[in-house]
C-alpha cells in the first residue's frame, strides 16, 4: 500500500513538473513570433510581423479594442480577419511577383516620386489655407510629412525604409495595373445598354437612385437649394463629438446650445442681409463654411436623401422659389437655406449623362478584367499558407 502511495506522490509531483516546463515552453517571444512565416507565394515568405502590423491598421476599422482581443466570443472573428488579411497580403506578392516579371520593380527612383507625390498633397492642403498665404508652403510641408512620418512608423512599428519599400510597391503595383488595362474602353454599344438598363431600374425602383452611380431618373419631390453655414469651429464640432459618442447625449446637447448662442449674432445679421435682397451668392461666398457644396448648382434632395434632419425638415418647409428660411439649428452651425428650384420628373437623356456613364462602364470593365487576371495568377503561383500560426 505504501508503495502505491509513494508512486501516486511520483505521478503527481512529475506531472506537476511537467505542466511547470509546459507553461515555460510556451510563452512567446514576440520578436521571433514575428519573424514566423505564415505563407509563401512561390518561394517568397510572408511573415507574421507583416500581417500584425497590416492588422493593427485594420483593428480600428472593425472596432477591435484590447477588450475585445480578451474576449473569447470574439476568438472566431478575429481568427477570420487575419486570415482575410492574409489573403491580402498573398495577392498583393501575388500581383508584385507579376509586375517586377514586367519590370515594374520598386528602386530609389519610386520611392522619391512617391516621396514627391505626398508633397505636393500636403502642398495643396496648406494652399488653401488663406493664413498660409505668405509662408514658405514647401518648408512646412517637408515638416509636416517627416512629423507624420515619424509618428506613423512608430505606431506601426517599422523602420522609414521599410515605409518608402512598401509605399513604392503600391505604386509600383497600380502603375503595373494601368498598363494592363490601358487600352479598355467604353464602347458606344456599352453605354446605351448601361443607359437602356439602368433607366428601367431607377425608374422601377425609384429608392435605388440614391445609390446609383449615375441619376438617370428624376421622380416628383426633388428641390434644389443652397445654404450658408455659419459654422461651429472645428475644435468645438469635435468636443460635441466626443461628449456624444461618449454616451453623455445631455451634456452634448448643453454644449451645442451653449455653441449655438456663441455664434447666433452672426448668423442673424447675415439671416437680414439676405431677406433684405443683398445676393444670396455673394453671401455663401463670404460666410458660408460649407466647402461641401457647389455654388452653382447647391444641393439636389428629396425627403429620403440622407441629410441632417432639421435641414432637410426647414428646406421642405419653403413653400415657393426665392423663399429664404429663418435659422436652422443643427450640429454644423446655425444654416440660412434659399430654395431655387421645386424640379419635376425628368428623364435625363443619354447625351446629358454620356460622360459619366462612359468612365463608370470603363471603371466596370476594369475591374472586372483586373478581377480576371488576379485570379488567374493566383491560380499560376505556388502558395502555401500555414494559418495555425496566425
Known sequence: MNRVKKLGLMICIISLFISAVGCDAVKIDPEKDRQRVVAKVDGDEILKGELLDLYDQYKPIYGITDDVEEDSEYEDTIKQIKEALLDQLIRENVIYNKAVEAGFEVDDEVKAEVRRQMLEYIEENLKLDEENKDKDIESIAEEQLEKQLGEYIEQIGITEEEFWEREG???????????????IEATDEDIQEYYDEQLEEQKENPESIEMAAVQLYRPEGYIRVKHILIGLSESDRKE???????GDEEGADEFLQEKLVEIEPEAKDVLERAKTGESFEALVEEYSDDPGMDIEEGYTLNEDTSFVESFKEAAFSLEKEGDISELVPSNFGYHIIKLYEILPEKDFTLDETRDIIK??????????????????WEDEANIKKYEKRL
Open 169 to 183: 510597391k503600391y505604386e509600383q503595383i497600380n502603375r503595373f495595373m494601368d498598363e494592363k488595362l490601358k487600352d
Open 240 to 246: 460635441y463629438e466626443n461628449l456624444l459618442y461618449g
Open 359 to 376: 468612365i463608370v462602364v470603363e471603371d466596370e470593365k476594369r475591374n472586372k478584367k483586373w478581377t480576371t487576371l488576379v485570379e488567374e
